[in-house]
């Protein structure tokens, strides 16, 4: 099973929530995270990996014809047990081995056709033009994380419909503080799969700030959460148990937003300088 994850402005915690639903997908299943974003990697830096095995070394072999199985000669392990292929920190080295691993017979496709085997591929922030699409237009399930401020919301808005059509499923995840979800869900007509809440402490884990185990915490729960829909059963049903953000929902308009983005919202309640996710500080889908 292929599951791309991927932003459309800022950083929302694409990457962090890519080893959290990694690190919380069912253990019987052979899990790896590919560093997949353009803009260049962060695994290595931030786990002390060294840059090589990983994206580049696989991409060089893959020149060749190889066999999909091949992957796992490239991989390197996180503490907890998470393999992963760690990007390139530069852009043109992660962009120039995108272009041989999104390729029709790419190796990672292979892997993630495997039985028993998860790919969670972490494609950054998908600009116009992204090398990453092409793997978008392989996966399963994209997951799309935006936070929920006016500008990251404006810039969601205007790519929501397109990007939600690149993958077969697409799902929309709000990250962290900012406008409450019911409100995204109201003003670009789209159901929000999960909120990732605000988890500074499970995000230092995650990011290799931390130490410890990882069970707790919202970020973590959410992290589980999701895994469960996704991972159960075949990805076409799994994607079927959870909202997704084609139009086929009744009433939806064909244009929700304006091209110029989504509608200003009344300003939300300010706590402690920031907007609460909700007047009684409880989200709905926190
Ligand atoms: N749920 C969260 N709660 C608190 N902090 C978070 C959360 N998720 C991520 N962070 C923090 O936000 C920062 C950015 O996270 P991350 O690198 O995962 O974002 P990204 O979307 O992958 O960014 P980029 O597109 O730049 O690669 C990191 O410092 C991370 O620890
Ligand atoms: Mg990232």
């Given at each position: 099973?292929?599951?791309?994850?991927?932003?459309?402005?800022?950083?929302?915690?694409?990457?962090?929530?890519?080893?959290?639903?990694?690190?919380?997908?069912?253990?019987?299943?052979?899990?790896?995270?590919?560093?997949?974003?353009?803009?260049?990697?962060?695994?290595?830096?931030?786990?002390?990996?060294a840059t090589s095995p990983g994206l580049l070394s696989l991409a060089a072999?893959?020149?060749?014809?190889?066999?999909?199985?091949?992957?796992?000669?490239?991989?390197?392990?996180?503490?907890?047990?998470?393999?992963?292929?760690?990007?390139?920190?530069?852009?043109?080295?992660?962009?120039?081995?995108?272009?041989?691993?999104?390729?029709?017979?790419?190796?990672?496709?292979?892997?993630?056709?495997?039985?028993?085997?998860?790919?969670?591929?972490?494609?950054?922030?998908?600009?116009?033009?992204?090398?990453?699409?092409?793997?978008?237009?392989?996966?399963?399930?994209?997951?799309?994380?935006?936070?929920?401020?006016?500008?990251?919301?404006?810039?969601?808005?205007?790519?929501?419909?397109?990007?939600?059509?690149?993958?077969?499923?697409?799902?929309?995840?709000?990250?962290?503080?900012?406008?409450?979800?019911?409100?995204?869900?109201?003003?670009?007509?789209?159901?929000?799969?999960?909120?990732?809440?605000?988890?500074?402490?499970?995000?230092?884990?995650?990011?290799?700030?931390?130490?410890?185990?990882?069970?707790?915490?919202?970020?973590?729960?959410?992290?589980?959460?999701?895994?469960?829909?996704?991972?159960?059963?075949?990805?076409?049903?799994?994607?079927?148990?959870?909202?997704?953000?084609?139009?086929?929902?009744?009433?939806?308009?064909?244009?929700?937003?304006?091209?110029?983005?989504?509608?200003?919202?009344?300003?939300?309640?300010?706590?402690?300088?920031?907007?609460?996710?909700?007047?009684?500080?409880?989200?709905?889908?926190?």
């Open positions: 099973m292929l599951i791309a994850l991927a932003s459309v402005k800022g950083s929302p915690g694409v990457t962090t929530f890519a080893l959290a639903l990694a690190a919380n997908w069912p253990a019987d299943v052979r899990r790896v995270v590919v560093e997949c974003d353009p803009a260049g990697g962060d695994l290595a830096q931030r786990f002390g990996l072999a893959a020149r060749q014809p190889v066999e999909p199985d091949v992957v796992w000669n490239h991989t390197q392990l996180l503490p907890d047990g998470i393999q992963v292929l760690p990007g390139p920190p530069g852009s043109q080295q992660a962009r120039a081995a995108l272009s041989t691993l999104t390729a029709p017979n790419s190796p990672l496709y292979g892997t993630a056709r495997r039985p028993a085997v998860a790919m969670f591929a972490d494609c950054g922030r998908l600009d116009p033009g992204s090398p990453a699409e092409v793997m978008i237009r392989h996966a399963d399930v994209l997951l799309l994380i935006s936070g929920t401020y006016n500008d990251e919301l404006a810039h969601l808005a205007t790519r929501i419909h397109e990007l939600g059509h690149t993958a077969a499923r697409a799902c929309l995840l709000l990250a962290g503080h900012g406008y409450p979800t019911h409100a995204v869900e109201r003003e670009l007509g789209i159901p929000v799969m999960a909120r990732i809440p605000d988890d500074p402490t499970a995000a230092a884990r995650y990011t290799g700030r931390a130490g410890g185990r990882r069970r707790t915490g919202g970020l973590t729960r959410v992290a589980k959460t999701v895994a469960q829909a996704l991972s159960s059963g075949s990805a076409r049903d799994a994607s079927r148990a959870v909202p997704d953000l084609m139009p086929h929902v009744p009433g939806v308009p064909a244009q929700p937003t304006a091209a110029s983005g989504v509608r200003v919202l009344p300003p939300p309640a300010l706590h402690n300088g920031h907007p609460h996710t909700s007047t009684s500080g409880k989200d709905v889908r926190s």
